[in-house]
């Protein structure tokens, strides 16, 4: 899981652990946490839980790893824009990824 030119670059076999083969991810940021929680699109509770985004996941290379824009997200919000590895949380059970974007 990393960061690169303001896209967040999630691994294949995260994809697969968590949602199989999917095209949208609803998603949401903490500010106070630095951390977006990202779910299926077919998570109804998630949706009503969170006001939530809906973004395209965008295949990146042969490996199936995808990407998604980050850019609007890291301007709004004054983050640092730097490529790097970020720290996450795959949550199986809830299926449910969590990223800390410092």
Do not use: P
């Not at 609803?26 to 998630?46: G, R």
């Not at 790893?65 to 919000?77: G, K, P, T």
Request: contains cysteine.
């Amino acid at each position: 899981m990393h960061l690169k030119n303001g896209h967040l670059i999630i691994d294949n076999a995260i994809i697969q652990q968590l949602w199989g083969d999917i095209t949208h991810l609803n998603w949401v940021f903490y500010k106070n946490k630095n951390s977006i929680m990202f779910c299926s699109v077919e998570d109804e509770l998630f949706k009503k839980l969170h006001k939530t985004t809906l973004s395209m996941l965008k295949l990146k290379n042969a490996n199936g790893d995808r990407s998604l824009s980050l850019q609007e997200l890291i301007i709004d919000n004054d983050l640092d824009n730097t490529d790097r590895a970020l720290a996450y949380i795959a949550d199986d059970g809830m299926k449910i990824l969590n990223v800390t974007i410092l």
